[in-house]
């Protein structure tokens, strides 16, 4: 004890100085902050913050993983994943968006998919490179891209454009150092989504400046008024993209952690090499539950999207009606209206909104460029939950 306190004692007052100064500059994610905070209350708040499906996990993709773990199988796999399921992760892509894998080695299986961008940030950037992240964007991007010794560069979308990327903007924010553009469509926060036509002139400008591309697609079937286009699938694009996708959104299976990357071999084969110093494989239950629901699960995945169109639908209308603009999201799960006309920072805005409305939302502001003066409200929650939110938020602003 008397040797423990004198550890303590010699190293308390300067124990942060051991860290990393990168990390320790790195500022929490915007969006636990807002679910911790809704989780340490005891007051009744409907949360709007976490981009989680309220369904639970098929029961036939449970069943699977418990009959895998009754029959003893809690081995290590291959680390680049059960052979099975990346053959299945390949048939899907080429069935659904037409774009052609060879499992055995252009397939990696991840722990989600925000290991699958972390790894291939790591194997891409060197020092002092520059990645493209068109924002508002899912809020790792830029924090794992700094970690990995490179320099973010935000290209910023507007709601006027549906929150697309422009060619105008990309060619405006390329320089000699550039190296990776990261794209998310169908997009968290906006639900903005790109079509075929939207891709062809970025495809062209990435090819005429050499730039790999880390495509984050893990809302590919959560898409309303049109099918998702995969930038992967564009003429030239499969092998200088990576596609990162998983299984949390579209099959209810956020705390599995199973995603997956896919590319040209020597791209996966950089990645897998990290992936296998850091984490050896993803879990084998886990991967057995995700070949399931590759398998016999698109109908539930069919039924949710009914369900989130018809609270996509519910949410706008409900905004609208309040006095808030909102654009009408195309894919994904969430709605980011305007809170510009109240007056308040987006951060303002959700933190009275938390205490006065009871509603939790995420401040527009956390996204990067483009996000102030908007909220990221997810509409995965039922229905009555979304329409007690509205008439919160409704009151809420009649109040200010």
Not at 316 to 325: A, D, S
Request: hydrophobic share 40%; with cysteine.
């Amino acid at each position: 004890m008397i040797k423990q306190n004198h550890i303590q004692g010699s190293t308390n007052k300067a124990m942060s100085g051991y860290l990393a100064p990168l990390v320790r500059e790195i500022p929490p994610s915007g969006i636990r902050k807002f679910f911790d905070l809704v989780s340490a209350s005891k007051e009744d708040i409907i949360s709007l913050g976490v981009g989680e499906p309220d369904f639970s996990t098929p029961w036939h993709v449970r069943e699977a993983c418990v009959y895998s773990l009754e029959r003893g199988n809690t081995k290590y796999t291959s680390n680049a994943g059960l052979y099975e399921l990346r053959e299945a992760i390949a048939e899907y892509l080429y069935d659904s968006f037409q774009v052609p894998y060879e499992p055995s080695d252009e397939v990696l299986v991840t722990v989600g998919g925000s290991e699958a961008i972390d790894l291939a940030l790591r194997a891409l950037i060197v020092p002092g490179d520059e990645i493209l992240i068109p924002e508002p964007c899912y809020v790792s991007y830029s924090p794992i891209t700094r970690i990995g010794g490179g320099i973010p560069v935000g290209i910023e979308t507007f709601a006027k454009d549906e929150f697309k990327l422009t060619p105008e903007a990309l060619k405006a924010s390329i320089t000699p150092k550039s190296k990776v553009l990261i794209l998310c469509y169908p997009s968290n926060p906006t639900g903005g989504i790109m079509s075929y036509e939207d891709w062809l002139p970025i495809a062209k400008i990435v090819e005429e400046h050499d730039l790999i591309v880390i495509s984050d697609e893990i809302y590919a079937e959560l898409t309303y008024e049109q099918k998702h286009v995969s930038f992967a699938a564009m003429p030239g694009m499969r092998d200088r993209t990576i596609l990162v996708s998983g299984f949390s959104k579209a099959f209810a299976m956020t705390g599995w952690r199973m995603g997956y990357a896919c590319g040209h071999r020597d791209l996966i084969s950089a990645m897998l090499k990290i992936h296998q110093y850091s984490v050896m494989c993803a879990p084998a239950m886990g991967q057995v539950a995700a070949l399931e629901a590759l398998r016999n699960g698109m109908e539930e995945k069919d039924r949710m999207m009914e369900s989130y169109n018809q609270r996509r639908r519910l949410i706008v209308h409900g905004f609208r009606e309040i006095g808030l603009q909102c654009h009408e999201p195309q894919g994904a799960f969430y709605a980011f209206p305007s809170i510009i006309s109240t007056g308040l920072s987006s951060e303002e805005f959700a933190q009275r909104l938390l205490h006065e409305g009871k509603v939790a939302a995420v401040p527009g502001g956390v996204f990067g460029l483009g996000g102030e003066g908007f909220l990221r409200c997810s509409y995965a929650s039922s229905v009555n939950q979304l329409i007690e939110a509205i008439d919160r938020i409704g009151n809420f602003l009649r109040k200010l």
